[in-house]
């Protein structure tokens, strides 16, 4: 049977139509960046992952308060979930570096409020009674908990004995395993500054050490 150039043309195209068309239900690939929607993010794998170490630091910054770190440890992934469910989960780069940058300066705000509360309380007991002397007690309490403490407990006292800025470094770099420049991210403080507290607080927590006896 003799079919037309027309017919031809005709049955090629509807072929072609055929084999490049998308399935019925089926989405066509989009070139270009994806889009990561806030429903492909899995909290509960987040938390499954960060929140041990999150708190080891946290509890640090403390002083061993675990209530109070578990207080910011839970705000750090809150805020997470507000972040990804607002700007989706490609707004996060790093997921360590934002959760741990997010921890610490809420726990910044929190020893800041708390020291601003305790010198008010202070001051108040001074007024009050100007010849009560607080402190004496607990200071003696915590020398024979240091002495009862294992090494590795003795060596975390004395860290926290350190500066802040440098405590929050050495903590990072030696406790979590962090890079100069994630530290940087965390903290907000420039690289340099980073290298630099770290290898003072190594300085001074080898000298009170050696103090103690430990080294």
């Given amino acids: ?48 992952q960060f929140e041990t ?23 750090s992934f809150l805020r997470l979930h507000r972040q990804v469910e607002q700007h989706g989960a490609a707004s996060i780069e790093n997921m360590s570096s934002w959760l741990f940058r997010v ?3 809420q726990t910044i705000s929190v020893r800041r409020r708390r020291e601003l509360e305790r010198k008010l309380r202070e001051q108040a007991a001074a007024e009050a009674a100007a010849d009560a002397r607080p402190g004496a007690a607990p200071a003696a309490d915590a020398l024979e908990e240091l002495v009862r403490r294992e090494l590795c407990d003795l ?40 290298s630099y507290r770290i290898n003072q607080g190594l300085r001074e927590l080898a000298l009170r050490l050696k103090a103690q006896g430990l080294v």
């Avoid at 708190?55 to 440890?73: K, T």
């Avoid at 406790?175 to 690289?191: H, S």
């Fill in 1 to 48: 049977m003799n079919t037309s150039p027309q017919a031809k043309a005709s049955g090629a195209k509807a072929e072609g139509a055929g084999k490049g068309s998308c399935p019925v239900g089926a989405m066509p690939a989009i070139r270009g960046k994806p889009v990561v929607a806030s429903q492909t993010f899995d909290l509960a794998a987040a938390v499954s």
């Fill in 155 to 194: 060596v975390m006292a004395e860290v926290r004995k350190l500066p802040d800025d440098q405590k929050e470094v050495l903590l990072l770099k030696v406790i979590q395993g962090f890079t100069l420049r994630e530290i940087g991210e965390i903290t907000g403080v420039p690289l340099s500054s980073v």
């Fill in 103 to 105: 921890a610490h300066n």
């Fill in 53 to 75: 170490p999150l708190l080891r630091y946290v509890r640090q910054l403390f002083g061993n308060d675990a209530e109070s770190a578990e207080e910011v440890v839970q705000e």
